[in-house]
Each structure stands twice: as C-alpha cells, then as structure tokens.
C-alpha cells in the first residue's frame, strides 16, 4: 500500500476532473478509418529478422524464466502480482477512453480503480470485478484509431514483438504517460516498473501453451504471429466486425 500511495494521490486528482472533460471530447471524437482487408507489409525481410532474434529471445531467456517463475511461485502470488500491474495501468487506460471520448469505459475504468485501490488494499485484491466492474485494457494505439489514424504497415519490434506503425506510436506514447513515470519516485518508482516487467512473465507463464504452438510447432511461425496479430487487433478496434477480414495466411503462402 505504501508503495503505491503517491499514484493513488495522483490518480484520484486526475480521477476528479475527468467528468469536466467527457461531454466536450464525447462531441468531438473523430470516425475511425476503415479497417484493411489485407496484410501490408513492406519491411517483411527486416521484420523476420527481427522475429528471429525475438524468437530466440524467447528460448533462450524469457520463456524459461517464465516457466521457472510460474512454477516457484504459487498461484496467489501471481495474482496478486497480475492485479497490481493492473491497477498501475488503470490511470493511463482513464486517460485514453477520455481521449477516445468513450465516456462509458472513462467511469468503469475510474470506479474500478477507485475500488481496487481502497478496498483492494492499493490493488492487491480486485474486489471490483466483484461488483461487476471487470478489466476494460485500452491505449493509445486504440486513441489514435479512433481520431481515424491508418493502421500503417506491419513491423516487429525487438522484445516487444508484433506491432504496426500506428500501435508502434502508441506503445511509445503509452510509456511516457505510464502513472508510475510520473506519479511515483525513487524506490516506489522502480517497485512499480518491477511489478510490470514480473507481470510479464505472468502473462507469458499463462500463455505457455498458445505461444509454444505459434514460435515453435507452425510452419511459418513469422507468418503465422502476423496473421494472428493482425486478426486480433482488427477484431479488437471493430467491437467483432473484421474477425474474419484477414484471409488464411496459409492459403497465400503455400497453395501455390
């Protein structure tokens, strides 16, 4: 709890305004652009570079520190850990459904943060799903789509993997505007950063199985990240719409 006090501070001030801005940006948000139908990808030979140094990232270092993370920690550790890392980012995903003018998700996400940081204790528990209230992710990636930003060409990023130019701003953006890059200082600073890095080995340990399969037991796993990625953003930013826009990678590559 001490740890996280200060973002608390921080976040309940930011928390107070938000009402202030909802109806204007609720009048002014843009139409999202048109959803492609097709993979445009012009750095293909950089990109599978790339996936191969990612890739060997993976079985060299983070998967297996993942497995041995996932197998010395007990599960309610790890989930307090996931709830955390959570918690932290609520203020920035606020931040964005206010700039998305999505005024709905602005409260969920404000009413959620508020109940996990008091009755959750700073965010160790999650009593907010309890109520209803369960986790609605979102950046700027997804801003910048609904002020109608293109998504861009495909690219993948060292460590961060599968991205297009637009996502690629917005992971940047959603850095630097991150809670604990400005909430938080010193020791607090560095235990927030942490619980983010840990939580990744969370996802990557919970993900074992589907992300073995893609890397490791797919003919064409560069292909087969991209279509997969590029299938679930699109279905993601169309609420369901572009589930099936992108064609089987398979069927370009090898029915020739």
Known sequence: MTT??????????????VPLFLGGLL????????QPTGINDPFEETNRAIHDFNRGFDSRVLRPTAVFYGQTLPK???????NLADTISL?????NNVLQGNGEDAIHNTFRFTLNATLGVGGIFDPAASFGLETRDTGFGETLFTWGVN?????ELPFL??????EAVGRVVDFFTNADSYAL?????????GVGVVDLLNVRYDLLGPIDSVFYESEDSYAQTRSLFLQNLRFNYSGGDAAEQVT????EIYDE
Do not use: F, M
Not at 76 to 82: A, F, L, N
Not at 151 to 155: M, T
Not at 185 to 193: I, P, Q
């Open 4 to 17: 996280l006090r200060p973002l608390i501070l921080r976040a309940q001030t930011h928390v107070r305004v």
């Open 27 to 34: 009048l002014s948000a843009c139409a999202a652009p048109e």
């Open 76 to 82: 309610p550790v790890r989930t307090v850990i996931g």
């Open 91 to 95: 203020t920035g995903d606020v931040v």
């Open 151 to 155: 998504e861009g060409a495909y690219i």
């Open 161 to 166: 993997g599968p991205s297009t130019q637009r």
């Open 185 to 193: 200082e010193g020791t607090s600073a560095l235990a927030a950063t």
């Open 248 to 251: 089987d990678i398979y069927d």
